[in-house]
């Protein structure tokens, strides 16, 4: 992949069994779908991801069901940079997902311990 090289990822209307409960992006979408009370639609989260050259990649991750609520991190990779963002804000609604009934904080913070970029 060329340097500046960005792309977009549209998550949603994917049927269930698509998506993974085994990593911090398809956590993010089950806690996403029990905050808003609904099934996650096209451009309610996306991410969008670029080249900084060499193996760095930025993702920046904007929660459209939320506000607009960005995390951005980065990676080795395409897909370690989206994993990151997806954990930044994992971390950043660590409390809502335990009170929500989902992972305990302990699962949540050690899943995120990697860091790899800022929330907003």
């Not at 994917?14 to 451009?43: C, E, T, Y």
């Not at 920046?60 to 960005?70: A, K, P």
């Not at 990676?75 to 950043?92: D, I, M, N, T, Y």
């Amino acid at each position: 992949n060329a340097e500046g090289t960005r792309c977009c990822v549209v998550v949603g209307d994917m049927p269930p069994q698509q998506v993974s409960h085994d990593n911090p992006k398809g956590k993010l979408v089950m806690f996403l779908q029990r905050k808003i009370g609904r099934p996650l639609m096209k451009a309610d989260l996306v991410y969008t991801a670029e080249s900084l050259g060499g193996n760095v990649w930025q993702t920046t991750l904007d929660l459209v069901c939320l506000n607009g609520e960005t995390f951005v991190a980065e990676g080795q990779s395409e897909k370690e940079a989206s994993f990151a963002a997806a954990e930044q804000a994992l971390g950043h609604f660590a409390d809502d997902i335990v009170a929500m009934g989902g992972l305990s904080k302990h699962e949540i913070l050690r899943s995120t311990s990697k860091g790899g970029g800022k929330g907003g």
